[in-house]
């Protein structure tokens, strides 16, 4: 069965320093990965997706992953917060043969100023 | 290229009403999936479907719970007799075709209140 975990429910940084969130997958195949954000009463945009291309996989609006299969990892980071990076973040998994996503528990990012 | 449509986008409902809700995927895109979001917490899957059929519902409970994407129209999510339980924020999400790792792109949600 496939499942992802997100280390951290909550995440507070300072506007201007780096910003990593932090998510594990278990899959038995290989997997397709994405980060979403929700900001709050919006709906999910999609920030970027891994499908077994390149390893580091570059994002909207600064944010990029990088996918380590030896630690089943999927980590998302930013160089530098913004105010308006303040959201929910979920790390989603999904697999070959099957569309269903499967959603963490997401990480709510704060900045403060 | 307009994005997921959902209506309405607040539902107020008295336990043992019937809820609709509503969903127009992207232009060009024939495949329709449910998510629901419990209060402090992710999505979760309900169904998939493609016009006039439903491919997974794997996620659906299994009373009360219904959806379909007819040939003409919007996707439709029905909750029966709703319960204070069934209180959430219920997602849309299309895609365009036949890759089953394809992006899918989610509409803003309804959320559903239950008294």
């Known amino acids: 069965a496939q499942s992802v975990t997100q280390l951290d429910s909550h995440v507070s940084v300072s506007e201007g320093t780096p910003v990593l969130l932090r998510c594990n997958y278990s899959s038995s195949y290989s997997p397709s990965l994405f980060w979403y954000v929700q900001h709050p009463n919006k709906g999910l945009q999609l920030l970027l997706k891994?499908?077994?291309?390149?390893?580091l996989v570059k994002g909207i609006n600064g944010f990029e992953a990088e996918f380590k299969k030896s630690e089943t990892s999927f980590h998302l980071t930013k160089p530098s917060a913004h105010m308006s990076d303040a959201a929910e973040y979920f790390c989603?998994?999904?697999?070959?043969?099957?569309?269903?996503?499967?959603f963490g528990s997401g990480t709510r990012l704060q900045v403060q100023p | 290229n307009a994005g997921v449509m959902q209506n309405p986008r607040h539902l107020v409902r008295r336990r043992g009403q019937e809820a609709r809700l509503r969903c127009s995927p992207m232009?060009?895109?024939?495949?329709v999936y449910w998510y629901r979001q419990l209060p402090e917490e992710g999505l979760k899957f309900m169904v998939y479907?493609?016009?006039?059929?439903?491919?997974?519902e794997s996620g659906m409970p299994k009373e009360r719970f219904s959806a379909e994407f007819p040939k003409e129209g919007p996707s439709i999510l029905r909750i029966q007799q709703v319960v204070r339980g069934d209180s959430a924020a219920y997602f849309c999400?299309?895609?365009?075709?036949?890759?089953?790792?394809?992006?899918?792109?989610f509409g803003p949600g309804t959320r559903l209140l239950v008294l």
């Open positions: 232009k060009g895109h024939s495949h």
């Open positions: 479907l493609q016009k006039e059929n439903i491919i997974d």
């Open positions: 989603v998994v999904t697999y070959t043969g099957r569309r269903a996503l499967t």
């Open positions: 999400a299309s895609s365009p075709g036949d890759a089953t790792q394809e992006t899918q792109y």
């Open positions: 891994y499908t077994s291309a390149a390893t």
